[in-house]
Nanobody
């Protein structure tokens, strides 16, 4: 079994910073892309940032220059450093990873349980 465990959410004032972490564990053979999505109440789940296994990144326009995604392949962990937070960044943030499990020939999409980020004005 593979699972993604997130940490690092919380309440912060506008202009503040938070760092999210997501560690993948279990019977993992390889991990392709990893990413962070967010979902505010009444909204769909949207991509925030994504990083490939060789380090290529892409961001949604509204977070460019403020958020940085990174990963530690040795620890099967992806991070999201969020600076200059705004109230509109408030959402539940979900970790996502494309993982091939040991003994399995296909890649499957996995999700974390979500972590709340709340930014007060």
């Amino acid at each position: 079994q593979v699972q993604l465990v997130e940490s690092g959410g919380g309440l912060v004032q506008a202009g503040g910073s938070l760092r999210l972490s997501c560690a993948a564990s279990g019977s993992i053979f390889s991990i392709n892309a990893m990413g962070w999505y967010r979902q505010a109440p009444g909204n769909q789940r949207d991509l925030v940032a994504r990083i490939t296994s060789d380090g290529n990144t892409n961001y949604r326009d509204s977070v460019k220059g403020r958020f940085t995604i990174s990963r530690d392949n040795a620890k099967n962990t992806v991070y999201l450093q969020m600076n200059s937070l705004k109230p509109e960044d408030t959402a539940v943030y979900y970790c996502n990873a494309q993982i091939r499990s040991s003994g399995i020939s296909y890649i499957r999409n996995y999700w974390g349980q979500g972590t709340q980020v709340a930014v007060s004005s």
